[in-house]
């Protein structure tokens, strides 16, 4: 059973995710379920206490998951990359609406998405996993910073846009212009770029092996965009 509830519309998101993911813990022990997979968020590798309030909040339901008596296997991923991905449409629509991407220095860590193909193939592989209960991190061969990842967008999407780095420019407030100018709710973007302020990267291949048809060849950036892109006028 699949597991892919993120309750990030609001303020109170944390509280949301922790109530869907008791309720849904229920409900698999009621039903003898032996299996969840869950689509999560990848973890920086930092202090509990450095971590967003959006990967605390994915970290709580993998931990109220875990605690039901089924094999779960979560899958972290850091930016999906495909259309109605949260992460994706953030990066369509800033590349699309702000002619000048501001950049703070804090956004200068790294990133490995992941294209939606991909994902989608070890969701499959997750089901048909032998092992043990475990997490893995699912990411593309490419990882780059956060400003070449835009960059990159703008570039396949026939757009020119000026990048421009600004040190010490306020998190909250990033996410509160970004958040009124794109369609994506304000709190869920507020969030969303907590997060960049740590290195987002998979760590291991373990999944490639594990999860994934023997052979599979992992989309780069360039498969992954063409999907989602339409001729755009600059």
């Known amino acids: 059973m699949y597991y892919r509830i993120h309750g990030m519309g609001g303020n109170d998101f944390a509280e949301t995710d922790r109530k869907a993911a008791a309720n849904f813990a229920d409900g698999v022990r ?46 972290r991923a850091a930016v999906l990359l495909g259309s109605g991905s949260t992460s994706f449409e953030i990066i369509r629509q800033v590349s699309e609406r702000m002619p000048v991407h501001t950049l703070p220095t804090w956004m200068n860590s790294m990133v490995q998405p992941i294209a939606l193909d991909d994902a989608l193939e070890a969701l499959v592989g997750a089901l048909q996993y032998a092992g043990p209960s475990r ?30 780095e600004v040190p010490s420019l306020p998190t909250a407030l990033v996410g509160t212009l970004v958040g009124s100018l794109i369609d994506v709710p304000r709190p869920t973007v507020e969030a969303l770029v907590e997060s960049l302020h740590h290195d987002m990267v998979a760590g291991d291949v373990d999944f490639h092996e594990m999860l994934l048809p023997e052979g599979h060849r992992l989309v780069g950036l360039d498969e992954a965009f063409r999907p989602s892109l339409r001729p755009r006028r600059a």
Do not use: C, W
Not at 56 to 74: C, D, F, H, N, Y
């Open 30 to 75: 009621a039903q003898n379920v032996d299996r969840i997979v869950y689509f999560s968020g990848l973890v920086p590798d930092v202090a509990d206490a450095e971590l967003s309030k959006h990967i605390k909040s994915r970290r709580e339901v993998e931990r109220i998951l875990s605690g039901v008596p089924a094999t779960v296997v979560v899958l």
């Open 135 to 164: 997490h893995f991190g699912v990411g593309s061969p490419d990882q780059m910073r956060y400003g070449a990842l835009l960059d990159a967008y703008t570039s396949h999407a026939g757009l020119t846009r000026l990048q421009v």
